[in-house]
C-alpha cells in the first residue's frame, strides 16, 4: 500500500486554513443499526472523530454495501462481500476464519485508498482484523476491547482451543507492533498488558468512551417510574457466559419466588440483546420456573429509540458481568437515570460504582449473590432517586467533543513515532498538527 497524497498546500496569512482534513480508516465487525457493545464503541468513535474535522470510513463485517450516514464526513463500508472463493472455505476451518477475515478487511482498505489516501488506521484489537495490514506503511492505532477468546466458544474440542490460540496470537502480534495502543479505563489497561504480554516502551492511553448524545438527552427527559410500582428491572446484552445471563436469571427466580411468598407483586425481567432464539432455549436448560418464566420479557436486539421505550418502564439495570472492557453498558444505565448492579468480580464495575455511585455492586456473580443484592438495592426504593440523579449527573460529562480530542492526543503520537520516511506522512503529521476544516 503506497501513500499518494500531493503536498499540502499552505494556506494565505490572511485566509482560512484550507489544510486537507484527516482520513482515518476505522475498522470494526459491527456497526449500528446494529446494537452491540462493540458496535457503539466504533460509532462513538466515528462520530468524537468527524466532530474535530476528521473523515471516517469505517469498516464492518455485519453488511456488504457502502452507506452515508447521519454525518457528512462518516462513510460505512461493509466488508463481508469479500468473503468468497477460497476464503468463504477458510472461514469453515479453525483459525484460518480469522486469516479469512484480515484477508478481506485488507482488500477493502487497499481499494479504498487507491480511491482517496488514508493517512491512519484504528482497528479493534478482537478477531485482530488489522492483522494483514501491521506492515502496509501507515500509522495502525488497535483500541481495545474484550479479546475474542472471552467470548469464543469455550469447549474443549480441538477447533476451539485452535481458533482461540490463533486469535490471540494475531491480536498480540497487532497490540505489540501497533504505532500506538488505546484502552477504556485503567483497570482495563492493566488487563490488556498482562493478556498480550507488552513490551516496555509500547504507547498504551487510556481514553474513555463517550455516550451516544441522543442517549443522554433521552435518559434525562426520561420519566422515573412510580417507586411504589410493581418492580421492573433490564439485563441489556448479549448471552456471552462471561456477561452473567444464566447467573441473573436464576437469581431472578428466586427473587420472584420470594415475592410470591410475601404476597408481593412479582417482578418482571426485560431482556434486550439476545439473538431470538437463544432465551428459550436458555429457560429450558437453566428449568426456570413456570412463574418466572411468566415474568421475563424478551425483547431481542433493540434500537435506541425502541431501547428507551423499554427502560421508561424499569427501575433498573442488572448488569452481573465478570469482565467488561468498555463498560457500555454502566454508562449506559447512568445515562437513562436507571441505578445499576454490577458485579465486583468485574474491576472496570468496581471502579465505576465506586467512582460514581450510582448503582450497588453483588460480590459475585452467583445466583444467590445477584438475587440478594437485587432484593436489598431495590428494598429501599428512596435511595434509588439518589442514584439516579448521580448517573445522570456522570453521563453529562462523557461527551463525544472530549473523547475525540483524546483519540486524537493519541494519533499525534502514533504519526509522530511511526517509522515512516515518506514525505507525503510528514505532510498528514503537520495536518494533525492543525486545526481541520
Known amino acids: 500500500m503506497t501513500q499518494e497524497h500531493s503536498p499540502v498546500q499552505s494556506a494565505p496569512a490572511d485566509g482560512p486554513d484550507v ?40 469498516f464492518t463485517m455485519d453488511r456488504d454495501d457502502v452507506v452515508r450516514t447521519d454525518h457528512d464526513r462518516i462513510e460505512v463500508i461493509g466488508c463481508a462481500g469479500r468473503i468468497t472463493g477460497l476464503r468463504r472455505l477458510m472461514k469453515t476451518i479453525p483459525g484460518l476464519e480469522h486469516i479469512a477475515a484480515a484477508a478481506a478487511f485488507r482488500e477493502c482498505v487497499q481499494d479504498e485508498h487507491e480511491r482517496r489516501p488514508f493517512d491512519l488506521i484504528e482497528a479493534t484489537n478482537c478477531g485482530a482484523p488489522a492483522a494483514m495490514l501491521m506492515d502496509c506503511g501507515l500509522p495502525v ?62 504507547i498504551h492511553m487510556v481514553t474513555p468512551v463517550s455516550v451516544d448524545p441522543q442517549i443522554v438527552r433521552t435518559g434525562a427527559s426520561l420519566p ?22 444464566d447467573e441473573l436469571l436464576i437469581a431472578f427466580d428466586i427473587v420472584v419466588h420470594s415475592a410470591q411468598a410475601k404476597d408481593d407483586p412479582l417482578p418482571e425481567l426485560h431482556v434486550i440483546g439476545l439473538a431470538p432464539p437463544d432465551m428459550e432455549a436458555r429457560m429450558d ?13 424478551d425483547f431481542g436486539r433493540l434500537t435506541d429509540d425502541s431501547m428507551s421505550h423499554v427502560l421508561a418502564r424499569c427501575h433498573g439495570i442488572i448488569a452481573p458481568s465478570r469482565y467488561q472492557s468498555t463498560g457500555s453498558v454502566y454508562r449506559e444505565a447512568a445515562a437513562f437515570g436507571r441505578p445499576l448492579i454490577a458485579c465486583a468480580e468485574d474491576p472496570t464495575a468496581v471502579e465505576f460504582v465506586e467512582k460514581y455511585g450510582c448503582g450497588r455492586l453483588a460480590q459475585e456473580c452467583t445466583p444467590g449473590s445477584l438475587s440478594r443484592t437485587i432484593m436489598s438495592t431495590f428494598a429501599n426504593r428512596a435511595d434509588l432517586v439518589q442514584m439516579r440523579h448521580r448517573g445522570l449527573d456522570a453521563a453529562k460529562t462523557w461527551n463525544r467533543d472530549e473523547f475525540g480530542a483524546r483519540t486524537l492526543q493519541v494519533y499525534r503520537r502514533a504519526m509522530n513515532l511511526a517509522p515512516i520516511s515518506l514525505p507525503a506522512f510528514q505532510d498528514a503529521r503537520a495536518r494533525l498538527a492543525q486545526p481541520h476544516s
Not at 502480534?173 to 493478556?195: P, Y
Open 285 to 297: 436448560r437453566l428449568s426456570l420456573s413456570q412463574i418466572a418464566r411468566e415474568q421475563i420479557l
Open 141 to 202: 492505532v488497535i483500541r481495545n476491547t474484550a479479546p475474542h477468546a472471552l467470548d469464543a466458544a469455550d469447549d474443549d474440542s480441538f477447533g476451539s482451543r485452535l481458533s482461540r490460540f490463533v486469535a490471540r496470537g494475531l491480536e498480540a502480534r497487532c497490540a505489540n507492533t501497533a504505532a500506538a495502543v488505546i484502552s477504556n479505563t485503567r483497570t482495563h489497561a492493566r488487563f490488556i498488558k498482562d493478556w498480550y504480554g507488552f513490551q516496555p516502551g509500547n
Open 19 to 58: 489544510s486537507p482534513a484527516l482520513e482515518v480508516a476505522l475498522l470494526t465487525w459491527e456497526y449500528p443499526p446494529i446494537p452491540t457493545a462493540k458496535g457503539r464503541v466504533a460509532c462513538e468513535t466515528a462520530h468524537a472523530l468527524a466532530a474535530h474535522g476528521v473523515n471516517v470510513r469505517v
Open 224 to 245: 422515573y417510574p412510580p417507586l411504589h410500582a410493581r418492580l421492573r428491572l433490564a439485563y441489556i446484552g448479549d448471552g456471552a457466559p462471561r456477561k452473567g445471563l
